[in-house]
Structure formats: C-alpha cells, structure tokens
C-alpha cells in the first residue's frame, strides 16, 4: 500500500518551484497536463516491455506462450510498476490530481498555474488558498506569520480534507524560501500548525535559502526572515533538504555554462533535485520504500536534520509543452550544454561525483578537514546496474578514502537502486542523486548570523517588526531565534568530535536538559525540559 504525502506550496518561491516539481513528476509517470495518462512511453525511449517491467518478470516469447499484445490504453501501463497514488490520486473521471495545497498570500504566481499555460487545469481548485486582499506580507516574518494565524481554519481544513482522501498518510513536504515574507512566515506558522495538528506524521520541507552575497540580495531583511524561519525548521520539522541559491547559481554558471541563468532555469534544477530525492518513493526496490525509511538512517540526533543535495549528471531540462489543443504530449530532451558536460557514466563514475563540492547544491566547504560527514544516501538510477558494480564502487572508494565520516558513529555509504522512467529520455545510462548530513553545515549557519548580527546591533529595519503583534512589546523572539541557531551551529561542530555521544545540551543553550525520545515510527524527536 502507497503511503501518502500531501505537498504544501507556501509563498511565490514555494509554488514556483512547486510548479516546476509537479511537470517533472507529470513527464516522470506519462501523465499529460490535463491529467490524463498518456497511451505509451516514447519508443524512443522504451524499445521493449522489459524496460520498464519488474526485474523479475518475464517478457521473453516463448513457443508455448504469444507474444504481449501492443500496449493499448487499457495495457499501456501494465508494466510500468510505480507508485503514482504516492503524490496523486484518481478522480472520478480517470484524471491524476496532485496532492497539492497552493497557498500564498498575493495572487500573481499561484494565478499563472492555475490559469495559465498547459497545466492550469492539473490542479484540484479547492485546493487552493489566495488572501482576499491581496497584499501579501511585504517580505516581513512577522506580518505572513500573522496573516498565518489569522487563516489557519481556511488551511487546515484543506489540509484535513486531503489527509481525510488518503488511505495511509505518511507525513507532509513543505516547499518555501526562508528568506521572504509569506514562506518564511506563514510557512512558520504551517509548520507549528503541523506539529499540533498532526503530531505522529513526517515533515520534510525543501528550503530555499538566500544568496549570501549582499549586492545579488533583493531582501534586505532577509536574514532576520531567516533565522526566525530557521528556528521553526529547527523545532518543528523533522527533515529540511536545503536548498542554496548561492550554490545553485554557481553550477548553472560553472557546470552547465550559462552566463545569466534564469529563475525558470534555476527552478528545473531545483525540480530535477526534488524529483530525484522521491525516485524510491515513487518506483519502490527493496529499499527506501517510504519516507520513513530514507530519512531515518539520515538523521542520528534530532536537530541535526538539515540535508545538503547532490546529482549528476546534471542536466537543464528543455520543455516542448502541450499545446492549448491538446494535440501533442510534453517531451523532455537534456540542452546540448548540459548532454555534452558528462560523456560516458558508471556507477563509480557517479558515486565519486557526488562526493565532489562542485556538483553539492550548498555553498559550503565539504573538503574541510575538520568537517565530515554524518550519514550519505547514495540513489543510483540506470536500468542495466549490477549489484557488483556497486560493491566494486563502494570497495574503491574505500580504498582511497574519498569520504570521511564523523568519528563516534558507523562510517558507510548507503546506495539504493532506482529505475529510470520509461517517459523520459536520457544521454546518460547510469544517473545519481545524494542526499547527506554533513557538518560543514554549521558554515551556512554561522554565515547567517553573522549577517543577521551585523544590521541587529544596529537595530535596523525593526520598523515593520514592531508593527506586529509578536514584536509590538518587545524583540525577545529574535534574540531567542538566534540562540537556537547558534546551538544548532554547536551542535554541528560538536560531531566532529569523538566525544559527541557525551555532548551536554545544557552547555549549548538551551537552558535545560534534553530527553531524546523516539517518535515518527523511528525518527529522533527532542523535548527541553526546563
């Protein structure tokens, strides 16, 4: 049985990258813009049933046995075994619906996919939340937590309905950017909500986080937007895949060697990373089959769940989308650019890529040599893989030490194995994703607040704060906000150490004394007990 997860979309990056997720899912499993399965995989990309078959099927003719009749649209699908119920589900007249709340606070970006372009008619439109004036939270923490509250009944009976629709409901994936207004605050807010509302179920989030250089910033608040955020996804999220704007210009630049890249482009980078970390979700082995089981081995202790990405090839996706008739189906082929950066793959070939800083979509440095890191999950996905290639991969990366791990805890890399799609067409045999707990994290945070305590001594911008309710008698959110990341920072360089199993909470600020419990069918929950 498919366990559920509903998508929520906060705030104009949320539902941009979103958007930029549901195509990619939609061209992933053959399902068209306007719901409907499509009749066959390309046979470009599909010259057999065995490609997208089960690896123990068979397909072979035999003389006492005919050969599989031509996929019709009633056996098209046969033997594609994927779990599309997992971020879809079926309405009454056969369409595929995502699991999908579009919240937002201004109407511009939720409106273009909802209106417009070929996709406007995928998405459920009661599911679907746009405040009635407008206005927005004016790139202030403060104001989108507070407009949070003041719609909470109208989304969290959104929310219960989907969660009411699924059969086995896993948990909930929050796509936002931490640094505006309405993603970072009402995303805030969601996430509290979450864990009230729903305290046995997953929270995964894929959080944007901001350039880091001043003169490309257009927030000049964001890092008071982003500490406050990030104590939330500290307390109430139990993993956040960061997402580092800073890192995904440099490989656009750099590796796919575009001079300006653009946001739609540096958002289908983002999609392929999304769509790539749910392969086992959606297309199940043996392995990693459910949330649960990818993040659990990820995550030892329980603030320690920020998780950096890796994934190469990598590759920029051009779209020839559905025309307004109908008439054609979306097709997928890799830019020439991207095709020409990678010409030949193995899986070892892809294992030590994925270790590199220049393919790790956060600005931080890996190859530290205080720095290690904490867990690694490689997902490997090729249709021809051997399991010895694998063990071969592993054995030499062994041998030359490639990675190092943190010193008090088992030092492995775990691989999973994943099937490509038989929709899409690929340059590339094999392709690989990672997704790792790394202590070089402790650097983005440490960056942050120092930006954030550079205009805090100043007391700048605390205008528009002071205006809200949260901050209209005092600041003490912010000071409190910036001492749960800095003993997040803490923590991440106490890994380090061989003496981390004895680490004291206490002693990091919290001011009290942490029981470790766990909770989430085996992911680590903390309580402070003061």
Known sequence: MPREIITLQVGQCGNQIGGEFWKQLCLEHGIQPDGLLRDTPDPEIVSSPAASEPATATTAASPTRPPPPPPTRQTSHKFID?????????????????????????????NKLTHQGPYRNLFNEENVFIAQDGGGAGNNWASGFRQGEQHHEQVL?????????????????????????????????L?????????????????????????????????????LTLKRLTLNADAVVVLDNTALNRIAVDRLKIENPTVDQLNSLVATIM??????????GYMNNDLIGLLASLIPTPRCHFLMTGYTPLTIADYYQTP?????????????????????????????????????????????PSSCYISMLNIIQGNDIEPTQIHKALQRMRERQTVRFIP?????????????????????????????????????????????????????????????????????????????????????RACERKDYVDYDYGSSGMGGEERVEIGKSGIASSTVVR
């Open 157 to 189: 009976d959104m929310i219960d309905r989907e969660s009411d629709n699924s059969d086995s409901l896993e948990g909930f994936v929050l796509c936002h950017s931490i640094a505006g207004g309405t993603g970072s605050g009402m995303g805030s807010y």
């Open 82 to 110: 994927d779990r599309k119920d997992v971020f879809f589900y079926q309405s009454d007249d056969e369409h595929y619906i995502p699991r999908a709340l579009l919240v937002d606070l201004e109407p511009r970006v939720v």
């Open 275 to 284: 769509a790539a970390s749910t392969t086992t979700l959606r297309y199940p």
């Open 324 to 368: 307004m008739d109908g008439s054609l189906s979306p097709t997928y082929r890799p830019t020439a650019a991207a095709s020409a950066s990678v010409r030949k793959t193995t899986v070892l070939d892809v294992m030590r890529r994925l270790c590199q800083p220049d393919n790790i979509m956060v600005s931080a440095d890996t190859r530290n």
């Open 191 to 227: 996430l509290e909500a979450l864990n009230d509302h729903f305290p046995k179920k997953l929270v995964q989030t894929y959080s944007v986080f901001p350039n880091w250089d001043q003169s490309q910033s257009d927030v000049v608040v964001q890092p008071y937007n982003s500490v």
């Open 408 to 492: 008090w805890g088992p030092s492995s890399i775990q691989v999973a194995l994943a099937r490509k799609s038989p929709f899409l067409a690929s340059t590339n045999k094999v392709s690989g994703f990672m997704l790792a707990n790394h202590t070089s994290m402790a650097e983005l945070f440490d960056r942050l607040l120092n930006q954030y305590d550079r205009i805090r001594r100043r007391n700048a911008f605390l205008d528009n704060y002071r205006r809200e309710p949260m901050f209209q008698d005092n600041l003490d959110e912010f000071d409190s906000a910036r001492e749960t990341v800095q003993c997040l920072v803490d923590e991440y």
